[in-house]
């Protein structure tokens, strides 16, 4: 039984080693910065990075929700000011983002 137990901890302690990170899947073209302040899913047949999108989209709207509540403006305003920044970052760091026109940029 110890064996079993041990070898479960293991194999899930290498399955995150495995993991999908934002660094990797942007730069093998998986996701992008949107225009809103979140990720895109531009590969939306991986199941890895599609959950990858959804954890930190999760993450960053809780952020948002925060920072709007603290400054007392509509999410939409810091979603929108996230979206600029990130993207602008994005294509600084030549990793794929949404431009204005809804287009993504690679």
């Keep these: 039984m110890l064996r079993i ?12 080693l495995w993991a999908l990170d934002l660094d990797q899947a942007k730069s093998q073209q998986l996701v992008g910065e949107q225009s809103d302040g979140y ?31 603290q400054q007392k403006t509509a999410l939409a305003n810091i979603e929108k000011i996230a979206g600029e920044k990130l993207t602008a970052r994005a294509a600084k760091e030549q990793a794929p983002y949404q431009n204005a026109n809804g287009q993504w940029v690679k």
């Design 5 to 16: 137990v041990f070898t479960t901890l293991i194999l899930l302690c290498a399955a995150n």
């Design 39 to 69: 990720l895109g899913l531009l590969n939306p047949g991986h199941a890895e990075a599609a959950a990858l999108v959804q954890r930190i989209n999760h993450k960053r709207k809780q952020k948002y929700l925060e920072i709007a509540d």
